[in-house]
Structures are given as structure tokens and as C-alpha cells.
């Protein structure tokens, strides 16, 4: 496996920071690396935290600059909450299959296709031939791909090996209580469950905002959460 996986070194435009020094000081270049697969996951399978993923994938995508292809096979996306996460549809193009292995070929020719700066594609299981094309086309367009794993009967979507760069698994968080009437901003607990040439962690974070950036709580630049408290039983 590592004998396989191309090591790059960091320079200031091949990685992409969230501009979160306690995030970005845990990964390896700073920040995410351009032109590589990343994938994320909901904590579980709940509705929830399946949307905090979504929105986690959307506010990557948003701060790269260019179109994105998000590539679906459920009809339950809200456009909406994507440009409240920084994601407009002016920039999206929509590609809709019926099932993992369409999408996956879908998404690898989008990867492949210069006109596209990210691609996101919605699959529940990827194998480690189907990642790894994934990863070695994204290496070679200098593309982005995101894989927003789905959860399906109850199996942990980012239990199986992956050649991604980086796994992340996002559960919602009680928001903070307001003192007026009002929604606040969402928080979510942030697992960085691999990385290639890093250590995994674990954060509490504000949700993505109107510009896709996460934030540190109010008053807690560097406040961690224990794994115990996010992980969830398959």
C-alpha cells in the first residue's frame, strides 16, 4: 500500500488549509492536499449526522476555486444548505446514477476532466481498486476528489482499508444555547480517523459557514474532544 501512494512535498499552493491552526497544525503539509482523494463519513447513521458530513464535503469544495461535479445516487440533497456552506448552484453540476460502482465511474472521469476543480460523489462502498484509480487520477489532473461516504445497513462506512489521503467521520454537537430566540450555528465533532504521514485526532468545531470554514468554539482556540465521546458502535 505505501509503496504505491506518491509522496509529495508541501509547498504553499499543494495543500488547503482550513485556516484553523488546531486542525491544520495536526495534518501533514498543513492543511488538505490538492489534486488527492479525501473521503468523510456521518458518526452514524443518522440524519444528522449524515447532513454535518454533507456540509463538511460542501465547505472543502467551496473554498477551491472552480466547478464542482457532485456526483448522487439518493435524491436528498438540499441545494440550499449547500450555498448556506458556501457552495452556490451557479458553481454545481449535478451528475445522478443509480448505483456506487455508476457513480464511482462517473466520478474518475470527472477527476479526469479539466474543466473541473473538485469532484464529490455519494457512494456507500467503494473497494480498494476503485480508490485507488480514484487517487492516481486525481494525482494526475491535479483534481480534487471528495468521497462522502453512506452509510448502509448499519455498517461503519470508513471501517474498510482505502487508499484516501485523509478519513473523517463529522457528528452534530449541541449548539450553543442563545440568549434570544434563534437557531445558532451549528457545531460538530470532527474525527480525523487516518492521514497519510500524520496522526489521527479529534476536535469540536462550529459547522461550515457562509464561506465553507469551520471555527473553534468561542473562547477555546484548541478545545479537543475525547474519542470516546464521538465514536460510534457498527
Given at each position: 500500500?505505501?509503496?504505491?501512494e506518491s509522496v509529495v512535498s508541501?509547498?504553499?499552493?499543494?495543500h488547503l488549509p482550513f485556516d484553523v491552526p488546531a486542525i491544520d497544525e495536526r495534518l501533514a503539509g498543513g492543511g488538505l492536499a490538492r489534486g488527492a482523494l479525501h473521503e468523510a463519513a456521518g458518526a452514524s447513521a443518522g440524519l444528522g449526522d449524515d447532513a454535518a458530513a454533507t456540509l463538511f464535503v460542501a465547505g472543502i469544495a467551496a473554498r477551491l476555486n472552480g466547478q464542482v461535479l457532485w456526483?448522487?445516487?439518493?435524491h436528498d440533497l438540499f441545494a440550499p444548505a449547500l450555498a448556506q456552506a458556501g457552495l452556490p448552484p451557479e458553481r454545481l453540476i449535478?451528475?445522478?446514477c443509480r448505483k456506487d460502482e455508476d457513480a464511482l465511474a462517473v466520478a474518475e472521469e470527472g477527476v479526469r476532466h479539466k474543466g473541473i476543480c473538485v469532484v464529490v460523489a455519494e457512494v456507500s462502498r467503494v473497494g480498494m481498486t476503485a480508490a485507488r484509480r480514484l487517487q492516481l487520477a486525481a494525482e494526475e489532473s491535479h483534481t480534487t476528489?471528495?468521497?462522502l461516504r453512506r452509510w448502509r445497513n448499519a455498517a461503519d462506512p470508513l471501517a474498510?482499508?482505502?487508499a484516501a489521503a485523509t478519513r473523517w467521520r463529522i457528528g452534530c454537537s449541541p449548539s450553543q444555547v442563545l440568549p434570544?430566540?434563534?437557531i445558532a450555528r451549528p457545531r460538530w465533532t470532527?474525527?480525523?480517523v487516518r492521514q497519510r504521514g500524520g496522526p489521527t485526532h479529534h476536535w469540536l468545531m462550529e459547522g461550515s459557514d457562509e464561506a465553507g470554514r469551520l471555527a473553534p468554539l468561542s473562547g477555546a482556540r484548541h478545545r479537543t474532544v475525547a474519542p470516546e465521546r464521538i465514536r460510534v458502535a457498527a
Open positions: 500500500m505505501r509503496a504505491i508541501p509547498s504553499a499552493d499543494s456526483v448522487l445516487t439518493r449535478y451528475a445522478e476528489a471528495l468521497l474498510a482499508p482505502s434570544v430566540s434563534g470532527v474525527e480525523l
